[in-house]
């Protein structure tokens, strides 16, 4: 795999899913160009994830998708009104999962060719300047077909893609985003590498090991704001006066 001319325009293959029975969601994305993680991947549990991407990506309608979709709107219903005022729509592409599994996305008929999305249950798969249209639909039939956590399925998504043809420059960048409420976000970006799914795999067991996994669960979550490693307990405090004998 040629590592990519970093001069080239940002494209992207992206993913979103969310597994119903534990309530995760999950995102990943690999590219040709740098920071695919910090340019494409947002949300969380309370929101739903969205990946913004294109020729000309907008890290505005990422975010803007996001509040839409935490204050009640379907994805396909965010998605619409994210996009459908930006005059320059043609040169983007967004997809969402909103937090009862719904999908939406748009790609803008500017588009580099191959492009364009394909859904299933509890995922979106989107990507432009592809290979081949086999990309994306490796990358979501893969998922689908794979068990296991969420983090697995998607690494193992990413590299179907990358066998079917991948960004039709080669990889620079690869990113994994897994977030549900009782768990603390697991957020693991490669920012520049030449083989940047390997190195995202090597990083994804490393937070498996100690003492990070086991930090990872004594933090806060949504579920329990409060959570931390077990403490001494505090002397109780003396009771108030009430002004009275």
Known sequence: ?????????????????????????????????????????????????????????????????????????????????????????????LAAIDLRGRTGHFTGEMSVPVCGALEGPGVVVAGNMLADWAVIRAVRDSYLSTLGAMPDRLMAALMAGARAGGDSRGLLSAALLVASRAATPLTLRIDRSARPLEDLGALLAAARTEPYYGWTRVVPTLDDPYRAPDLVAPEPLPLPETGTE
Not at 12 to 30: C, N, R, W
Not at 40 to 63: C, I, K, M, N, Y
Request: aromatic share 4%.
């Open 1 to 93: 795999m040629q590592e990519a001319d970093e001069r080239s325009v940002a494209v992207t293959v992206s993913i979103l899913a969310y597994d119903e029975k534990t309530g995760t969601f999950g995102g990943a994305a690999m590219t040709g160009s740098l920071c695919v993680g910090g340019w494409v991947l947002r949300g969380g549990a309370d929101s739903g994830l969205s990946a913004s991407q294109g020729t000309a990506p907008s890290t505005l309608w990422g975010e803007d998708v996001l509040a839409a979709m935490k204050a009640g709107a379907s994805a396909d219903e965010a998605v619409t009104s994210v996009t459908a005022p930006d005059i320059g729509r043609a040169h983007r592409q």
